[in-house]
């Protein structure tokens, strides 16, 4: 499984710690992000979202709706660590954020529809190097799609990227870049190489941990954690699988966990930040079979910072977002299309379902995960339930055109099979962040009472933890969360 996806910092930074610390460990910050969207076109509206991986920020999906007559956006959040971070206007962005910093960024929507890559400004601090990140987005692509394949013997490939890295510091140095752009760049380069792979654990250990990719280094990667966080996940998966299936499986999470804890301890090449960072996100990722962060868990952080953040996330309980979405279209039984009117869409669905289980699938037409648990194991899910009238199926499908999705859904014959829905750009930008979505394919359970039992219910193909959880609703107990 791998997470979804979706960028050095300042020279003078490079004299101060990477992240804040105190006494005992990392030290949180509050830091703002905020600006306004010009240019619209009369009448046009859309969202602003910003993606961020840091493990103390309280939600990694950010978004704001903008019009004509309200083309502000602020944002509040903390962070620990300097990081590099995504946003979404039209396209991708990059930029770079520290512990602190209040960073503004106007964009230009006429220029961006336009393809100019000057549509993106940024202010405040770090504004050299954003302007900078923003400037190569087209250059930082072409240089991707250029990386030699992740294949055959490992030395001859590490040879093959050793020169492709002289070529992407040669084609940087050409632009006149700063320093610290251009190690920004060829960081993100080198860590979307690590996670855009198909190798076995042995494989992966052969070549990414050579000290070219330099993975144990978490202060150094922070610039790129988006796709340091996807890669770094294969190093567990290549150290102790065992302990990660277990974590997979849903059962005994607490256990579970402790035992990834035991494997880290003992890994000499992983420091105690590395440690803490690792095991927080393998904690995040039990969420995916409905496992909830509990108290014992706490006590595996050797940070009092981590344990703290801990605590927080087994108190948080999901909730239902307040925020209406337009556009939303809807594919009946019948294949005809209608566009609803604006609503919430989870909190619609639970009234219009009262003492249903709902099994609800946030998916995408390009996602491969999602297309392979829709070929192979939501199929299976279905029929177990095929005979109740208790459980509903709901499709929602998200950062997709209408097109390929009406095909999407011939494809795998959604129509007539439960409720199929497609978000436009804003309402997808807007529910990846009221929900916190970490990315495709996500499963949420809402309960027969309407509640939101949980935002991360175990996967289709995870067959046991999924009827566990959903019979659970049934029968008034919830959803297993994490051990006491």
Not at 152 to 171: F, T
Not at 228 to 234: F, K, R, T
Not at 245 to 252: D, K, L, N, Q
Not at 408 to 417: M, N, P, R, Y
């Amino acid at each position: 499984m791998k997470p979804i996806p979706i960028c050095r910092v300042l020279a003078a930074l490079l004299l101060l710690p990477l992240f804040a610390c105190g006494p005992d460990g990392v030290v949180p910050r509050r830091t703002v992000i905020a600006g306004r969207v010009v240019n619209l076109a009369e009448g046009a509206s859309g969202a602003v979202l910003f993606n961020t991986e840091d493990p103390f920020a309280l939600k990694n999906r950010m978004a704001a709706r903008v019009s004509p007559e309200a083309n502000d956006f602020h944002f509040v959040f903390r962070t620990a660590y300097t990081t590099g971070m995504t946003g979404v206007y039209g396209g991708f962005f990059d930029l770079i954020v520290s512990p602190g910093d209040s960073v503004y960024v106007t964009i230009d929507a006429g220029r961006m529809r336009a393809g100019d890559p000057d549509a993106i400004r940024f202010s405040g601090d770090h504004a050299r190097t954003n302007n900078a990140l923003a400037s190569v987005a087209g250059l930082k692509r072409r240089l991707c799609e250029q990386a030699p394949a992740v294949e055959g013997d490992p030395q001859e490939y590490l040879a093959s990227y050793r020169r492709y890295r002289q070529a992407v510091a040669d084609s940087l140095f050409a632009r006149r870049l700063p320093a610290e752009v251009r190690e920004a760049v060829a960081r993100d380069i080198d860590m979307v190489q690590i996670w855009n792979h198909d190798l076995d654990p042995a494989a992966w250990r052969a070549i990414f941990t050579d000290p070219m990719f330099d993975i144990f280094d978490l202060e150094r990667n922070m610039v790129s954690v988006i796709n340091y966080s996807a890669g770094i996940s294969y190093y567990l998966g290549a150290i102790c699988p065992d302990e990660i299936e277990a974590v997979r499986s849903g059962a005994a999470p607490a256990e579970a966990l402790a035992a990834v804890a035991a494997r880290l301890d003992a890994d000499p090449q992983i420091g105690r930040g590395l440690r803490d960072y690792l095991l927080y996100g393998c904690m995040e990722g039990m969420r995916a079979n409905g496992a909830l962060p509990a108290e014992r868990m706490a006590g595996l952080f050797l940070d009092p910072a981590y344990a703290a953040r801990v605590r927080e996330r087994a108190a948080e309980r999901p909730a239902f977002s307040t925020v209406p979405l337009s556009g939303v279209l809807r594919c009946d039984a019948a294949g005809r299309i209608d566009t609803l009117p604006d609503c919430e869409l989870l909190s619609m669905l639970a009234a219009r379902h009262p003492g249903k289980a709902l099994y609800v699938d946030f998916c995408s037409t390009w996602c491969g995960p999602c297309r392979s648990e829709l070929k192979t194991a939501m199929p299976i899910l279905r029929e177990h339930y095929a005979g109740s009238d208790e459980v509903r199926f709901v499709t929602l499908c998200l950062r997709s055109r209408r097109k390929a999705w009406i095909e999407f859904l011939d494809e795998f014959g959604l129509t007539g099979l439960g409720e199929n829905y497609f978000l436009p750009d804003t309402a997808s930008s807007l529910t990846l962040a009221e929900y916190d979505l970490s990315g495709f394919p996500t499963y949420m359970l809402i309960a027969p009472d309407g509640r939101l039992a949980t935002c991360d219910a175990p996967r289709p193909s995870q067959f046991e933890a999924a009827t566990e959880a959903i019979d659970a609703l049934l029968a008034g107990k919830g959803v297993r969360g994490g051990e006491k």
